[in-house]
């Protein structure tokens, strides 16, 4: 069996102290063989492993639409999320619904107020209360932009371009005045909890036909990897709690993809000491008694994607030793 781990936000922007040791992933980085590339989104890894062609943006949204259980079909959806807009000194930065939690009844109480402000013109559909969608008649010419990429950053060069994308802002505009001073909001201050106060359109196309089937199994809780899985007929799983379990729930043969989740910004440095205990020693343990012929890593950072293919064999090779995280950051 092979199995593709996707880590993403192993790296983050600020580097990694040299104290940050993780025997197994250090020594699995080590003895195997690395391929630094320049990163790609995500969303853009996924889609190029599934063999789907960009459309003028990557197609989110009807993927994410299947995975939250709804039928795309042939129609163009687009991804139109609630998000928190916060005026800075000099610009306006975004909190995506990655960053807060937010209830279904907050979701569809703040839909039926868009709904009904919009009508038919722009229908808003809260699949999940973190993830709503819309249905165009045609494809927009434009190109947008994944919430993740705008976090943290002004808003104003990541707004929708091209020529339709006026329309678009005008939605947005339109939307903020609607959600600004809307009862859910009012609670959710009152609360110390971000308002969402505007909305973010991204990630439109139609679902390809295409059929490849690039792994046998995927394991991952990312709403893109399980929808692509879907659409290609390849069995799809939650993420399980650890490597055992997911291991556990395998044959021998195979190709198996599993995609972490992406920490919230709190959680980084707990989170390497719990990818190390769930992920990366269960791995290698894994690779040495022979459970796994090849493991291939995929840790990602703000400025490189680090791929590491480690075969059982190469585990013999002592004297490539470990060096830091650090060192490969």
Excluded at 232 to 239: D, Q
Aim: hydrophobic share 45%.
């Amino acid at each position: 069996m092979h199995c593709n781990l996707y880590v993403p936000d192993f790296f983050p922007a600020e580097g990694l102290p040299p104290s940050d040791s993780l025997a197994a992933a250090e020594t699995l980085i080590a003895r195997g063989r690395r391929r630094r590339m320049t990163p790609v989104s995500t969303e853009a890894w996924l889609f190029e492993r599934f063999g789907v062609a960009r459309q003028r943006d990557w197609p989110v949204a009807p993927y994410t639409l299947l995975a939250d259980g709804g039928a795309p079909e042939r129609n163009y959806w687009m991804r139109a999320d609630p998000v928190h807009l916060q005026v800075g000194r000099d610009n306006l930065g975004l909190a995506d619904s990655a960053a807060f939690d937010v209830s279904r009844a907050e979701s569809e109480a703040l839909v039926e107020t868009l709904n009904r402000h919009f009508g038919e013109a722009m229908r808003f559909y809260p699949v999940r209360p973190e993830r709503w969608y819309v249905r165009l008649d045609k494809a927009p010419d434009m190109q947008t932009t994944p919430p993740a990429a705008a976090r943290g950053v002004a808003i104003d060069e990541n707004l929708p371009s091209g020529p339709d994308a006026m329309r678009f802002h005008a939605l947005m505009n339109e939307a903020q005045m609607l959600l600004h001073e809307h009862p859910v909001n009012a609670g959710r201050e009152a609360r110390g909890e971000p308002a969402l106060n505007s909305i973010w359109f991204w990630g439109g196309g139609v679902i390809d036909a295409g059929r490849a089937r690039p792994f046998s199994m995927v394991f991952g809780d990312d709403p893109l990897a399980r929808g692509l899985a879907l659409a290609a007929e390849i069995p799809a799983r939650a993420l399980p709690k650890n490597a055992d379990s997911a291991l556990a729930a395998l044959g021998d043969e195979g190709l198996v993809l599993v995609v972490l989740d992406a920490p919230r910004e709190a959680q980084l440095r707990e989170r390497r000491t719990a990818l190390e205990r769930d992920w990366f020693a269960p791995l290698f343990a894994a690779l040495k008694s022979g459970r796994i012929g090849m493991l291939t890593l995929q840790l990602c950072g703000t400025d490189s994607l680090l791929e590491v293919e480690t075969v059982r064999s190469d585990l013999r090779y002592f004297w490539r030793r470990r060096k830091p995280l650090s060192a490969y950051a």
